[in-house]
């Protein structure tokens, strides 16, 4: 038996504990109701739109839209809306929270019912590319279009679901004889951020502090009763979006206890075999998404609690959610071979990394793996968890010598992945973070890279955040200033309130569910510049 097979045989079982055939089942009422305790208070405000605007089509601008001032929010309320047909109101910024908005005739009674289709729109395409016959691969409902029928006037209309939007759009659908118009537009806006982030140092760069603006907007609106990855989509809570959410608060927010409440909630509703679910739902009380594991993710568990534990010191939570992080390398073990990840073992389309299929996961899930492990360590050591860990660190050595072997490319510089020998951004990043690489190869290996159109790019702001991370780990801090500019920059230029769940700057129609409407464009995993412009002050406030 080789040394390496030894390391992958001899998994620790010190935390797989079973209670009823349900790892960890005399635990779990105990961890929702910690994450039922920390709960936090939803702070409400009441918005109002700041001005009327019309959308002009304008091949410059993003996906081929702007919007163009057209009048006061005064002007609206004093004229008639049967007579405009429709109209476009600007909140003057991204919201989230419940619309509601009063109509009344302005003369005659009311002799009929009316029609209106009220449309939230974060970005001005949406309400510009027809939604119907819908060719988006998620559910159509995700759209945020709602047909009201107002019986009585005056009325109220208030909208159930809650919205994200920057701009609303009214259409009158149905009337009779009778004149109307509308007032009052309010949105009740919802977050669950609360504290003050830092001011930035004097001198720093103008576009670098609307980039941490604008990701501390994202941050907010995404924080809510969970850290939700898009306050429009999913509206709920993602691992990876957790962890980069979780990073972001931390330096900025520190609202410490929403990570402490996804932490056991996730923990709570891992799978009978401890697995982690790499999604969960908050209602109508709380649940997995079954079935819906990505090994990607749940390795990124103990990394989040690794970097809470750094960030509030609370002991407490890091020891009892420990056997979780063990759980998930003991499963995530079970896939290797030789010191190798094996891809065979679960459809590689279902690893995230990225929002794009061409990329080859195989590299990156090894290099993740490594750095959940080696992460892993690092928190056994702060939590007294030697024992369950104790082969942990030669387990990381073991698979960072396969992955040399397997997927670095001495003579060229590079790592490369999976049978075509794809060599992508994120095979380097993730090779780096790892620490499979040394500092120096990972700079010459990211060099090589960004220089070579034909390299597979990242295709999401997800992805981005650990390529900026490992130019940062292997001391390229002009690189990584530059990405970050020239990436967040550019989603800024293109007019973003908030960061998008994907931003390709070479498409602007870049959707992963077929139908860019659809896609989020205030999206938790975009936040991250507020944790690089905190964290490494040096690079980026100057
Ligand atoms: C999307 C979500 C989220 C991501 C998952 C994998 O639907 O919006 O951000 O974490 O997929």
Redesign the pocket.
């Known amino acids: 038996m080789c040394a390496v097979t030894a390391v992958v045989a001899a998994v620790p079982q010190a935390a797989a504990q079973q209670t009823d055939g349900v790892w960890m089942g005399d635990r779990r009422a105990a961890w929702l109701a910690k994450a039922a305790e920390a709960m936090p208070e939803l702070r409400r405000t009441e918005r109002h739109p700041v001005a009327v605007v019309r959308s002009v089509a304008d091949t410059a601008a993003f996906q081929g839209w702007r919007m163009e001032y057209a009048g006061t929010v005064d002007s609206l309320y004093a004229s008639s809306l049967k007579q405009r047909r429709e109209v476009i109101v600007d909140m003057g910024e991204h919201m989230t929270g419940y619309f509601s908005m009063r109509v009344n005739h302005t003369g005659m009674p009311a002799d009929a019912p009316i029609r209106l289709r009220l449309t939230f729109a974060e970005v001005p395409a949406e309400l510009n590319t027809p939604f119907d016959p819908y060719p988006g691969g998620l559910s159509r409902a995700w759209l945020q279009d709602e047909t009201v029928t107002v019986m009585r006037l005056p009325a109220t209309v208030a909208i159930e679901r809650r919205v994200a939007c920057r701009y609303v759009k009214i259409e009158v659908l149905a009337t009779s004889y009778f004149d109307f118009r509308v007032d009052d537009i309010t949105l009740e806006a919802v977050t669950s951020a609360t504290g003050e982030a830092p001011q930035l140092a004097e001198g720093t760069d103008p576009m670098i502090r609307r980039i941490y603006d604008t990701g501390l907007k994202t941050l907010s609106e995404c924080m809510q009763t969970v850290y939700e990855?898009?306050p429009k989509?999913?509206q709920r809570l993602?691992i990876?979006?957790l962890y980069l959410e979780s990073l972001a608060n931390a330096c900025s927010f520190r609202n410490h206890e929403l990570t402490r409440r996804c932490l056991y909630l996730l923990a709570a509703l891992a799978d009978e075999d401890g697995w982690l679910h790499a999604t969960v739902y908050e209602y109508p009380q709380p649940e997995p998404q079954y079935n819906q594991h990505t090994m990607d993710y749940s390795l990124l568990y103990g990394v989040a609690l690794l970097e809470y534990l750094k960030a509030t010191g609370d002991m407490t939570t890091a020891r009892e959610l420990w056997p979780v992080v063990v759980r998930q390398i003991e499963i995530a073990r079970t896939y290797l071979r030789d010191g190798l990840y094996d891809m065979q073992k679960q459809p590689q389309w279902w690893l995230?990394f990225d929002w794009k299929d061409d990329l080859d996961r195989h590299a990156p899930v090894q290099g993740l793996m490594t750095f959940a492990v080696e992460r892993g360590w690092e928190l056994a050591r702060m939590v007294g968890g030697e024992n369950d860990a104790a082969d942990w660190s030669e387990l990381a050595r073991t698979m960072r010598k396969a992955s040399r072997k397997a997927f670095y490319d001495r003579g060229a510089g590079v790592v490369v992945s999976g049978a075509q020998r794809q060599v992508s951004w994120l095979s380097q990043v993730w090779m780096i973070l790892s620490g499979t690489l040394s500092p120096k190869e990972g700079a010459r290996a990211l060099a090589a890279v960004l220089d070579d159109p034909a390299a597979c790019r990242p295709g999401s702001p997800y992805a981005y955040h650990y390529l900026i991370e490992a130019l940062i780990a292997c001391g390229m801090e002009e690189r990584a200033r530059e990405q970050l500019v020239e990436y967040w920059g550019g989603m800024i230029e293109r007019g973003a309130d908030t960061f998008w769940?994907v931003y390709d700057p070479a498409d602007d129609y870049k959707s992963p569910y077929g139908f860019h409407p659809v896609n989020?464009y205030c999206?938790a995993?975009s936040c991250t510049p507020v944790y690089f412009i905190n964290t490494y002050r040096e690079i980026f406030q100057r």
């Open positions: 990855d898009g989509r999913d993602w990876g979006d995230v769940e989020s999206h995993w």
